[in-house]
């Protein structure tokens, strides 16, 4: 995923929605200070170009911000320097004059074949010792277990599979006021009883 339009804005989107305050440190106005409070209002901030996210590690050196930049830096080189695509505030689906628009957005692949290092068996082994030995580090105090990267997803899609995608109040609403706008009154959701 693009950095601008990755994990925090997606996060953003789903707290707006849920009545979530902005998690501290995620998003920043004009003047580089934190924005807390109303998720909606720091969203509408964000949309408007008087608020910005903040990169992985979140605002300052102190959480390592300017390691998050610069990852940012190689995706978005990656993504639209090689690729001649839109970058930057180009992103947000409007042109010069507001309008909305389809950005030509880039996206950045990598395969590296094994077998030119260690083998595929050998680097299949050492990676997941290296990931059996992260789960089998000291937890945080109340922790159950350590995840690693795309276990949760994991698990979310084997529970979704079987029961479903929850959707929240804020979302069922929205397809309330689609389907009462289009008439469709022989179509009844799961949620209405």
Not at 14 to 29: L, Q, S
Not at 40 to 69: D, H, P, Q, V
Not at 77 to 83: F, P, V, Y
Not at 161 to 188: H, T
Request: hydrophobic letters at 35%.
């Amino acid at each position: 995923k693009r950095s601008e339009s990755g994990k925090n804005a997606k996060k953003s989107e789903y707290y707006a929605r849920i009545k979530h305050p902005v998690p501290k440190g995620t998003i920043i106005d004009l003047k580089g200070k934190p924005v807390e409070g109303d998720a909606a209002a720091a969203l509408k901030a964000i949309r408007n170009g008087t608020a910005a996210l903040c990169t992985l590690g979140g605002i300052g050196e102190s959480l390592a911000g300017y390691k998050g930049f610069g990852f940012a830096m190689v995706v978005e080189l990656l993504c639209s320097a090689l690729q001649d695509n839109v970058n930057l505030k180009d992103l947000n689906g409007k042109d010069k004059k507001g309008k909305p628009t389809h950005p030509k957005i880039g996206h950045f692949f990598i395969a590296i074949d094994t077998n030119h290092f260690l083998g595929e068996k050998l680097c299949r082994k050492k990676a997941g010792d290296v990931m059996r030995k992260i789960r089998a580090s000291k937890k945080a105090p109340g922790a159950k277990r350590i995840y690693t990267a795309g276990e949760k997803e994991y698990y979310v899609w084997q529970e979704r599979k079987s029961k479903g995608v929850p959707i929240n109040e804020s979302v069922q609403a929205e397809m309330n006021a689609v389907r009462d706008q289009l008439k469709l009154k022989k179509y009844k959701f799961p949620w209405e009883k």
